[in-house]
């Protein structure tokens, strides 16, 4: 396993993982039902949306197999594909830039995304213990699945 810890300035409660090299563009029509499941898949991105509007630590794992994982210590877990053509994956700030700017094998790959500590925020929401973890790793093209919900904003 390959880990990246980052540290996210997630502006607008987001931040990207994607295709760099297919120049994707963030997605500007979200529902509330793409809030509530904090995480948003479209062609070559995937969005996801942390509970702080503000700086949040990020482990992003790259993985050979599924990693597999333990609901227990998640308050949401979510499941997508992302899909790399180019292999040039990136985890991009909102309104920032770069982050983690790392060559792959070109191919699809299966993602699954961890929440904890959504509960742990400040009455005003910019202190917390909140974390996350992108854990990524080859594999075909599966629908988006809510695998665990944490209640909506």
Known sequence: MESHELKVFADYHQFYVWDAG???E?????????VARRVIVRSH?????PERNMTVPV??????????FNPGG???IAQCSLDLPTGHLQVHECTGGALLDRTLAPGTYRMRVLFAGLGTLSSDGLEGEDRYVVALWPGP???FLVVQQYPAR
Do not use: K, L, S
């Open 59 to 68: 482990r992003i794992e790259i993985h050979a197999a599924d990693p597999g």
């Open 45 to 49: 991105v995937v969005v996801v949306q």
């Open 26 to 34: 963030a997605p500007e029509d979200w529902t509330d039902g793409d």
């Open 22 to 24: 297919t120049n994707p």
């Open 74 to 76: 998640w308050d949401h």
């Open 141 to 143: 093209a599966q629908p």
